[in-house]
């Protein structure tokens, strides 16, 4: 990847830091590069005291080279201590520390460790012209990782599960079905007010859900504030104004002409609950790692289906809604850059007389096939 794959972008904070167009990441998007690995990889991991009290040479595994605001910001904070540091990094590339030399006076952080910074893209490209190829590298620093891997499995028996006849699993699936065969999409809602427990309780169903590795991605805001529903209603239908008037395709319109949807939302107000549910395709990890979470949006997919079914046996009825770019939230709700909003489901009793679109459902035969 040259040097035209990154690019700098200005955080929310003011500060500066490096993003990879090819993965549409940001590297330490949060506070920024150097408040970041401070937080998470000097105080939080009490660097400076673990590093004084160790006698030999002090080892920092997987710091995570990418721009290296990681590992200068460990050297700064420990280059008055005498003490020797090795810095043990798995990335395949030193692209993203070129390109922040590129970018220094903008960034800042490389102040005095310039020629340090050189030597090593120097060592890595020796290497690479060596043939001693850095993927090559990679395969062996990771095997070694599967080979010892930190965690290890715990099993528990299966929590009982009662016993049924063919009959009787028949009949419960047929009752199951049947409930949620009359659940609908609603649109006018009652201002009755809903228990903050009810809506924990299903939450906790959602939570509950089948997800990637168990990584659970996923985060839901649950929102009951007159004034801040009020907020969530005036952008989403400036959003939708924008929707239906302009961004639109026909073909969308059509679709939704049936519905008889349009931009004007005063549910987000008059609902007594909005859960706004927000996918993390990765989290940060108290030492500034980024761990990757498998299948985000397969797993919030499912988590909110659990969800929409949960309210609905309660008794509840729910609209899913995605006005359309939902960044809003993010700001709104205080939810960080990198968590993507999902939907917002409106939670609450249907208004008297309610009334809902005549749809159909596809029939069994035509959605699935046995073979
Ligand atoms: C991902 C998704 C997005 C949706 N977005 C909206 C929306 O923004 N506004 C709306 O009124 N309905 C929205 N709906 C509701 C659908 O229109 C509704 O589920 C569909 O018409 C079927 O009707 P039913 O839920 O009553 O069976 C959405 C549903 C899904 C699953």
Request: charged share 25%; with cysteine.
């Amino acid at each position: 990847m040259s040097n035209a794959g990154y690019q700098i972008v200005q955080l929310a904070s003011g500060v500066n830091s490096v993003r990879s167009l090819a993965e549409k990441e940001t590297f330490h998007p949060v506070i920024g590069p150097v408040a970041e690995a401070e937080a998470l990889y000097v105080k939080q991991l009490h660097l400076i005291e673990r590093v004084r009290q160790q006698t030999g040479k002090f080892i920092v595994w997987d710091v995570g080279l990418g721009a290296a605001a990681n590992a200068l910001t460990v050297l700064r904070a420990t280059r008055r201590i005498p003490c020797s540091i090795r810095l043990v990094s798995f990335d395949h590339t030193v692209e993203p520390l070129i390109f922040a030399l590129h970018h220094q006076s903008e960034l800042g952080y490389l102040d005095g460790y310039e020629e340090r910074c050189r030597q090593l893209i120097e060592n890595v490209n020796k290497r690479h012209r060596d043939n001693f190829a850095s993927r090559a590298g990679i395969a062996i620093a990771r095997a070694r990782r599967r080979i010892a891997p930190v965690s290890k499995p715990n099993f528990v028996p299966l929590p009982a599960l009662q016993s049924f006849t063919d009959e009787e699993l028949l009949a419960r699936a047929k009752n199951f079905y049947a409930d949620m065969a009359r659940r609908r999409t609603v649109r006018d809602f009652s201002a009755r007010p809903v228990p903050r427990e009810l809506i924990e309780t299903c939450l906790r169903t959602a939570g509950s859900a089948p997800n990637g590795a168990n990584l659970q991605p996923w985060h839901f805001v649950a929102v009951s504030d007159p004034a801040l529903k009020r907020e969530i209603r005036i952008a989403a239908e400036t959003e939708e104004r924008e929707f239906y008037e302009h961004r639109a395709p026909n073909e969308w319109l059509e679709a939704l002409a049936k519905l008889g949807t349009d931009a004007h939302k005063p549910f987000l107000e008059i609902a007594p609950w909005l859960i706004a549910i927000f996918a993390q395709p990765y989290r940060i990890l108290p030492d500034g790692r980024k761990l990757k979470h498998y299948y985000a949006i397969e797993s919030v997919g499912i988590a909110t289906g659990l969800l929409v079914a949960a309210v609905h046996q309660a008794g509840l009825v729910s609209l899913t809604h995605t006005p359309s770019p939902m960044g809003f939230l993010n700001k709104l709700l205080g939810r960080p850059a990198y968590e993507k909003p999902f939907l917002l489901l409106v939670i609450g009793h249907p208004a008297e007389g309610a009334r809902v679109p005549d749809i159909r459902r596809k029939p069994l035969e035509e959605i699935s096939s046995f073979v």
